[in-house]
């Protein structure tokens, strides 16, 4: 062992001499030599080494390695059955949970439990509440992971239910996680108990804790409503609502962080969804904030000093907005000013968050703006707001009455972890971001050549269309253009969709200045067509440029969902 290794290993087991006897230590000091040797490069890494089974060996192992030697959780050489039923006091608490009567109950969008589990075999008691007997549609959902595979995805009919984790013929440490995947709406799901056959003094442990913690506040977005289903026609359904293709599930994976969401289908700030146009004030999201959940057996007052949130994340307007939408300028004043008492509220139960606010994926864009505005009249500088990509379900799919597909959620979990990244000052990678989305759309026409066409931009949904009345001599006779791009060095997809006559030939070159960096040319196989290629990029770009030269055609061309994304 080198000398910084053999001091790391000193320090680990002396600390641990200092308070426990070391008869204790002698079971598991070839484990800790071992680890301590892997770290340091000295000798191959092995499963053993992954001490909490998270597939990765680093540090954070060392740290629960040497906890364990403390706290005597030795091995004793002999499998023995055991069961295990302090949930909170062995796992890893996701989300808003609440443990009463012996069982944790994972209760919003994504709550869960999360731990390692060492044996030869294991399973896991789950319980339902009264929620179980309701109609199969509007059951809790859950699933449980060993090792970030599923092992298990139901949604629950019974009261309890057993899951095996695995059965080995040999002892191994396993991660496990046991999530809720449908909304708090109905019902929790509980766990129970773990029954490990294992020669460890503590077969189970909690996870290791993230650096970063967001919190989600939103509505049947956040919950991931229909995200599974087949067609927009299909209605609301637990088997098809699946957090963990939530934006906000998938935004926390992004950023290595854990979360916890406080998320009701159809919920608003001044009204829930309303399909007559009438005030829905059963469904509002402020006056059950604070609690674990709604629903009567978890209306307990939720403890935000043991569980303190970096970033907190408000998607609240969609709602509303079937309602505020019959008279604007009276009832979005209303949500304005609810709005700005909801930041408040959330500000004082999270005194130290960022807050960023963001509405549009589903539309409802005529309400961003009173939500600007209510960030500017909470004063506060940790507060700040954008709006989102309203989806394009052309593009992208689309789920369940309308909702937001995978890629959908997927595309704005890209978006908001770079917002997240800007309001806490941590560098983005800009991954999966479209760096053509706030860019400048235009044209050029050079009347020497004989050309003459006209451009008219669609802000709505950002497309170009260019008329050309008369041909030039030359491609760049006339010339479309995206412009005004930042790009850093890196991968790229580049897409752009284009409608004209069929057959039509486009070149295009992404340039700067006066320098090409990558450019193709695209013939038409219908009148519509869509163009998806790859490219690479070995230097930043400050002032990019996308450019498709359409002199030589005639007619309508228009260009749109044009997206330059960073893919590694």
């Not at 301590?36 to 001490?51: E, H, I, K, N, R």
């Not at 989102?388 to 992208?396: A, G, I, L």
């Not at 050309?468 to 930042?486: C, E, L, N």
Request: hydrophobic share 35%; net charge negative.
């Amino acid at each position: 062992m080198n000398q910084k290794g053999t001091a790391l290993f000193l320090s680990l087991c002396l600390t641990a001499a200092a308070l426990k006897p070391v008869s204790v230590l002698a079971a598991s000091a070839e484990d800790a030599r071992h680890l301590v040797y892997a770290l340091t490069a000295q000798t191959a890494l092995t499963d053993a080494d992954d001490f909490n089974g998270d597939g990765k060996v680093n540090a954070v192992d060392l740290t629960l390695l040497k906890r364990d030697m403390l706290e005597g959780g030795q091995d004793t050489g002999e499998q023995t059955a055991q069961t295990v039923t302090d949930i909170a006091g062995c796992t890893k608490l996701t989300g808003r949970t609440l443990t009463k009567d012996g069982i944790t109950w994972l209760v919003q969008s994504g709550s869960a439990v999360e731990c390692t589990v060492t044996g030869t075999e294991a399973s896991v008691t789950i319980a339902g509440d009264s929620n179980v007997h309701s109609d199969e549609k509007h059951r809790p959902r859950y699933a449980v992971y060993v090792d970030n595979e599923p092992v298990t995805d139901v949604v629950m009919g019974e009261a309890e239910q057993t899951v095996t984790l695995f059965k080995d013929s040999k002892q191994r440490t396993a991660a496990v996680k046991i999530i809720h995947l449908s909304e708090a709406n109905n019902g929790a799901v509980g766990v129970k108990s773990f029954c490990v056959t294992s020669s460890a003094a503590k077969p189970v442990k909690p996870a290791a804790k993230k650096d970063l913690s967001i919190e989600f506040i939103g509505d049947s977005i956040t919950c991931a409503y229909g995200v599974e289903a087949e067609s927009q026609y299909d209605g609301f359904e637990t088997g098809t609502e699946n957090f963990t293709l939530s934006y906000a599930y998938l935004t926390a994976q992004l950023l290595d962080a854990d979360y916890s969401a406080v998320c009701y289908s159809g919920y608003g700030i001044i009204s829930g969804y309303s399909g007559d146009g009438k005030r829905n004030e059963a469904l509002l999201v402020p006056p059950v904030y604070e609690l674990v959940g709604k629903p009567a057996d978890y209306a307990v007052e939720w403890d935000f000093a043991a569980h303190p949130n970096d970033v907190v994340i408000v998607n609240l307007g969609t709602n509303d907005d079937s309602f505020a939408k019959n008279d604007l300028d009276t009832y979005g004043a209303e949500f304005q000013s609810e709005y700005t008492a909801f930041l408040k509220q959330i500000r004082k139960c999270n005194p130290d968050a960022a807050i960023i606010c963001t509405l549009g994926i589903m539309g409802c864009q005529e309400l961003y703006p009173y939500i600007e505005n209510a960030v500017k009249d909470a004063g506060d500088p940790k507060i700040s707001c954008y709006e989102c990509e309203t989806h394009n379900y052309q593009r992208d799919g689309i789920g369940a009455d309308w909702h937001p597909s995978p890629k959908t959620q997927e595309r704005n979990a890209y978006l908001l972890a770079d917002k997240i990244c800007t309001a806490i000052g941590r560098e983005s990678g800009k991954i999966g971001l479209n760096l053509a989305a706030d860019a400048e759309y235009g044209m050029e026409c050079d009347a020497e050549s004989g050309a003459n066409a006209w451009p008219y931009f669609a802000e709505w949904n950002k497309s170009l269309n260019v008329n050309i009345s008369a041909k030039g001599t030359a491609p760049d006779s006339v010339t479309a253009y995206v412009r005004g791009m930042a790009l850093p060095a890196g991968a790229y997809e580049l897409t752009f969709t284009v409608a004209a006559a069929a057959g039509a030939e486009i070149p295009y070159a992404l340039c700067s200045g006066n320098k090409t960096y990558h450019s193709g040319s695209f013939r038409l196989s219908a009148d519509t067509d869509t163009l998806t290629e790859r490219f690479t990029l070995t230097e930043p770009l400050s002032e990019a440029e996308l450019r498709f030269l359409i002199g030589e055609l005639q007619g309508s061309v228009t260009f749109s969902d044009v997206a330059v994304c960073k893919t590694a």
